[in-house]
């Protein structure tokens, strides 16, 4: 699948070969999906990274041939007064899979790891505390039975400013600008000792990490998914052949006379 230069190093990912390719593993992924549903298996996976890494993009290419029954996203704003008097981890458990499930956390409670602890939205004790408990929790939920697979997105420098420049010149784009994106790019370093503060602290056998260069956001969004399905044990289950059944005559009557005075939307295209 890799495409090199004659110098040795990898070229750009040719759209047809990434678009055939991404067909093929959202297939599995659909396979996945009947699989986890028939099972009764539960799974969170959590997209930490640099902010302009391109979750998004990589979350869109998971879930757009699948259900969002079964792959459930879950990305929260910023937490209410009630939310923030209640225990951290409390509004994130209550979206937790039930059976047949899996969670996709854009962001997730590694806020407290990073853009809390970088901007001061926590102070220095509840970051610590997050780092001693935060092993113990995800123990917690892994011996309860769901799988947890956690991702982290590096972008460059170099191309996280290239993405941010772009935002602001493209107005399909500025909606991504957060009020966080800017302060991002002058605390570079700070994010990322934080980062690694974050991954000393919770790389752990039972959970572990997995990190992604993003820079090429093609490469990085098929590696991705391939981990994810590596990571699930599934089969692919035999399905029963599907036969269209005749349209009934059974009460016949002018359906599309009784709709015709209606009021139908424009047809300006």
Same mark, same amino acid.
């Given at each position: 699948? =890799?495409?090199?230069?004659?110098?040795?190093?990898?070229?750009?990912?040719?759209?047809?070969?990434?678009?055939?390719? &991404?067909?093929?593993?959202?297939?599995? &992924?659909?396979? $996945?999906?009947?699989?986890?549903?028939?099972?009764?298996?539960?799974?969170? *996976?959590?997209?930490?990274?640099?902010?302009?890494?391109?979750?998004?993009?990589?979350?869109?290419?998971?879930?757009?041939?699948?259900?969002?029954?079964?792959?459930? $996203?879950?990305?929260?704003?910023?937490?209410?007064?009630?939310?923030?008097?209640?225990?951290?981890?409390?509004?994130?458990?209550?979206?937790?899979?039930?059976?047949?499930?899996?969670? *996709? /956390?854009?962001?997730?409670?590694?806020?407290?790891?990073?853009?809390?602890?970088?901007?001061?939205?926590?102070?220095?004790?509840?970051?610590?505390?997050? #780092?001693?408990?935060?092993?113990?929790?995800?123990?917690?939920?892994?011996?309860?039975?769901?799988? #947890?697979?956690?991702?982290? &997105?590096?972008?460059?420098?170099?191309?996280?400013?290239?993405? /941010?420049?772009?935002?602001?010149? @493209?107005? &399909?784009?500025?909606? =991504?600008?957060?009020?966080?994106?800017?302060?991002? %790019?002058?605390?570079? /370093?700070?994010?990322?000792?934080?980062? @690694? !503060? !974050? $991954?000393?602290?919770?790389?752990? @056998?039972?959970?572990?990490?997995? *990190?992604?260069?993003?820079?090429?956001?093609?490469?990085?969004?098929?590696?991705?998914? %391939?981990?994810?399905?590596?990571?699930?044990?599934?089969?692919?289950?035999?399905?029963?052949?599907?036969?269209?059944?005749?349209?009934? !005559?059974?009460?016949?009557?002018? @359906?599309?006379?009784?709709?015709?005075? %209606?009021?139908?939307?424009?047809?300006?295209?």
């Amino acid at each position: 699948m =890799k495409e090199h230069n004659d110098d040795g190093e990898r070229g750009a990912l040719k759209k047809k070969h990434y678009e055939k390719e &991404l067909k093929k593993l959202q297939e599995q &992924l659909c396979h $996945l999906q009947a699989w986890v549903k028939a099972k009764g298996y539960r799974a969170i *996976i959590v997209f930490e990274g640099r902010d302009a890494a391109g979750k998004g993009g990589v979350i869109k290419a998971i879930t757009e041939r699948v259900s969002p029954r079964v792959f459930r $996203l879950v990305a929260l704003p910023a937490p209410s007064d009630r939310e923030k008097s209640q225990m951290y981890i409390q509004r994130y458990m209550q979206h937790f899979p039930a059976a047949g499930e899996v969670v *996709i /956390f854009d962001r997730s409670w590694y806020n407290r790891a990073g853009v809390e602890y970088v901007m001061g939205f926590c102070t220095k004790e509840q970051h610590k505390r997050f #780092l001693e408990l935060c092993p113990e929790i995800e123990k917690f939920i892994v011996d309860g039975g769901i799988k #947890l697979i956690k991702v982290w &997105l590096e972008v460059s420098d170099k191309e996280q400013k290239r993405r /941010f420049e772009a935002r602001i010149e @493209d107005p &399909l784009r500025q909606w =991504k600008l957060s009020p966080m994106d800017l302060p991002s %790019r002058s605390k570079w /370093f700070e994010y990322s000792r934080a980062r @690694d !503060m !974050m $991954l000393d602290a919770t790389d752990t @056998d039972y959970s572990p990490w997995h *990190i992604v260069f993003s820079d090429d956001k093609k490469r990085a969004r098929l590696n991705i998914i %391939r981990h994810i399905l590596d990571a699930i044990p599934y089969k692919v289950l035999s399905r029963e052949k599907v036969k269209l059944p005749k349209r009934s !005559m059974k009460g016949q009557y002018d @359906d599309q006379a009784t709709i015709a005075k %209606r009021k139908f939307v424009k047809e300006v295209y």
